[in-house]
């Protein structure tokens, strides 16, 4: 394959289309396996998780197919808006009568018979307004570090308070890595770092649970039955499978051992099934819709679709990460799902939404968008 027929796979919209089309069916194949006995057992029937998935999975195929029909106008003139509204319903997870609190933590709203994670919904909307004010300030340090911050720490303010450690911490490195890339200031660059480690430890040490975590981390064996039992089940879970897996529904984890199994942890039970090497398959699917949103993003002249297309890349990258880390074992537990795999019609969604902005600016001629912008 010569050159340019490799950048042509690497920046033609299909292909990320495909690739999202591949992790969709992997999810639904995992979710299925992974979650029947739990399902069964709760409910009566083996696939009442993965019916739910399948609707999350058919937004994400609209979303494909209508995001290039949508104006970019309509994201980008309305994209604070969709944020105030998406970061009140995060607010509104405290709110009686539609918030719904699961183990101390008020992350979910009712409306109706559907229950929302608002934060997935947030998701989108967010690195829209971040990629809005990076294109916009980022030849002026200052006010790209100022306008970012306050986005930013609202948000995070409003997701700990849930509390959403996880998400906060996704979406304040993903605004950290856009405003690195993008500023030439080195020395306001680390100061932010600086920063931004001194907030993320006081957020650490401030909450007993966070802390636990963390040793818990470091000595999982110090309460195999207690604090440490979900990372050593999800050890077993990854060592049972070896190399080559048990096959598909042979998982012997996923029978009420392994707590989350469908959600945070079903990484751990890919590797049971389909082995080591199946995993790393997963990881590499992941890797080369990493790079092609990067190509795809040094393809473009239009800043806010280069902005954008970045973040997209980013925060997929950095949520897959942290999900197999986690995983693996090689960091404390979060609340993270893997993207587009782990169960979750709240996520499933706030990645089509992400998917429909990111067909619709880029399916549409830059000079347009830029007149619209200014």
């Known amino acids: 394959m010569s050159e340019n027929q490799l950048k042509h796979l690497f920046t033609n919209q299909s292909t990320s289309n495909t690739l999202v089309g591949i992790l969709c069916l992997i999810g639904g194949l995992m979710v299925w396996s992974s979650s029947f006995f739990l399902s069964h057992t709760l409910y009566g ?22 995001g290039p029909q949508i104006p970019p106008s309509l994201f980008i003139k309305g994209g604070f808006f969709f944020f105030f509204i998406s970061l009140f319903l995060c607010i509104a997870t405290h709110f009686p009568l539609i918030g719904i609190t699961i183990n101390g933590a008020h992350r979910w709203i009712k409306i109706f018979s559907l229950i929302i994670q ?72 680390y100061l932010l770092i600086l920063c931004a480690s001194i907030i993320g430890t006081i957020a650490i040490i401030t909450k007993p649970y ?25 050890l077993v879970a990854i060592k049972n499978g070896g190399l080559t897996g048990n096959g598909i529904g042979k998982s012997k984890q996923k029978l009420l051992y392994l707590p989350l199994q469908h959600t945070d942890f079903i990484f751990s039970i890919i590797c049971e099934e389909i082995g080591i090497f199946g995993g790393i398959a997963i990881i590499f699917l992941f890797y080369l819709l990493f790079l092609h949103l990067l190509y795809r993003a040094n393809a473009t002249t239009n800043d806010i679709v280069k902005q954008y297309t970045t973040g997209v890349a980013f925060i997929i990258f950095l949520q897959s990460s942290l999900n197999v880390l986690v995983a693996s074992a090689a960091l404390p537990t979060k609340g993270i799902g893997l993207p587009l795999i782990s169960y979750g019609v709240s996520s499933l969604v706030g990645y089509g939404i992400i998917f429909c902005i990111l067909q619709s600016l880029q399916t549409t001629q830059e000079k347009n968008i830029t007149t619209q912008y200014n």
């Open 45 to 66: 029937s083996g696939y009442t998780f993965f019916v739910k998935q399948l609707i999350g999975y058919l937004f994400i195929c609209i979303s494909l197919w209508i």
């Open 210 to 234: 966070r802390l636990k975590r963390i040793i818990t981390y470091l000595n999982p064996w110090a309460d195999p039955r207690g604090s440490g039992f979900q990372i050593i089940q999800s």
């Open 118 to 189: 608002p934060a997935e919904l947030l998701k989108p909307f967010y690195l829209l307004l971040i990629a809005t004010i990076v294109s916009k300030f980022k030849h002026t340090t200052n006010q790209l570090i100022f306008y970012s911050g306050i986005i930013c720490g609202i948000t995070s303010i409003v997701l700990l308070l849930q509390p959403d450690f996880g998400h906060a911490f996704l979406l304040s490195l993903t605004t950290l890595l856009l405003i690195i890339f993008s500023s030439r200031n080195r020395k306001k660059i």
